[in-house]
């Protein structure tokens, strides 16, 4: 995601405070849009800005309310600019104003995120812009393992019941892990009854297991889910050289320089969408009973990760022999 106003690039990486951040670009780039359309039409692509007239403004109004906005009949607004500036507001204080309370915002649940390309500002004509020295290559990163634990915590373990929104990506995904499990075991097929599967949640290392499989070759993990690839593929950090890395075990601290970069001082820091509520000691027991051969398959897989953001593996794995056995079982 690349903001040419601001000169800043962002990757995001699901799991590293994702809708905090997703949400502050897209609120700068809407803020873009707001201000080009009043002050500076020469910066709208004219021909794809003629879409928007055909906007149905209501029927965006009642999928803010459906995702949990709070608007009331008398506030509706009639006009496309005032429908970004409420907009705006949900996406900074996860409400149209004060007076009406709502539940965080997830604008990557709602259709009309995806209409407002149809009226964008022109984009960089020279890729190479964003390596000039002007230029934020922003990232946040998690510990791998603390990340991962998360994916598989919100993801796999959370029932499809339980969501506050369907997911069915992921209810395939622990249904395949479980069927993969039963055959294993070598039940017969007669016996794997349609929804034999159904309300099983995975354990751990059986999730590991399924993710791990294809990781030996490049192509294997680029074709990962993005919950769960490495943030040396997902976000090609070799290539594109970050200037600035941001820690999600610092949250605050590299957000708040990061606004500051942005020239954005009037985001609510206090609105920090999803957090988990787990601690370190909790993603820890998730490794406990892990065997060794799948912390080195891991280990591998993330490797680049560890080196390039200065994570330790013994952060989260306390087994002084570790990395001995690694070198033997031929996983690193």
Avoid at 103 to 122: D, E, V
């Amino acid at each position: 995601m690349v903001l040419k106003s601001r000169s800043l690039m962002y990757c995001p990486v699901p799991k590293v405070a994702t809708k905090t951040l997703l949400n502050f670009m897209l609120y700068m780039h809407v803020n873009d849009i707001i201000d080009n359309l009043e002050h500076n039409w020469t910066n709208i692509d004219a021909g794809r800005a003629q879409v928007e007239k055909r906007i149905n403004i209501g029927s965006y109004v009642h999928e803010l309310r459906q995702h949990g906005i709070a608007i009331p009949k008398t506030e509706e607004p009639k006009s496309l600019a005032a429908f970004l500036r409420m907009y705006l507001n949900a996406l900074r204080f996860g409400s149209i104003n004060e007076t009406h309370s709502s539940r965080s915002l997830n604008p990557w649940r709602l259709s009309f995120t995806f209409a407002f390309p149809y009226l964008r500002l022109r984009g960089l004509h020279n890729l190479a812009d964003i390596f000039s020295p002007s230029f934020t290559r922003a990232i946040f990163v998690r510990h791998p393992f603390e990340r991962l634990a998360s994916a598989y915590k919100e993801r796999i373990a959370t029932l499809k019941k339980d969501r506050i929104q369907p997911e069915p990506e992921y209810d395939a995904i622990r249904d395949a892990i479980c069927r993969k499990r039963m055959w294993s075991r070598r039940i017969q097929k007669p016996l794997l009854k349609k929804d034999s599967c159904k309300g099983s949640v995975p354990s751990f290392e059986d999730f590991v297991r399924y993710i791990l499989i294809g990781t030996h070759t490049s192509t294997g993990i680029t074709r990962m889910d993005y919950h769960w690839q490495p943030y040396s593929s997902i976000c090609q950090a070799c290539k594109f050289k970050y200037n600035f890395i941001g820690k999600y075990e610092m949250f605050n601290d590299h957000f708040n320089s990061l606004r500051e970069i942005a020239n954005l001082s009037d985001w609510n820091i206090e609105k920090r969408n999803g957090p988990s509520g787990l601690t370190t000691y909790d993603y820890q027991k998730f490794y406990s009973e892990l065997p060794d051969d799948l912390i080195c398959q891991l280990i591998r897989l993330y490797d680049q990760d560890f080196r390039l953001f200065k994570y330790r593996v013994d952060d989260y794995i306390n087994r002084p022999t570790l990395l001995e056995n690694c070198n033997q079982l031929k996983t690193l």
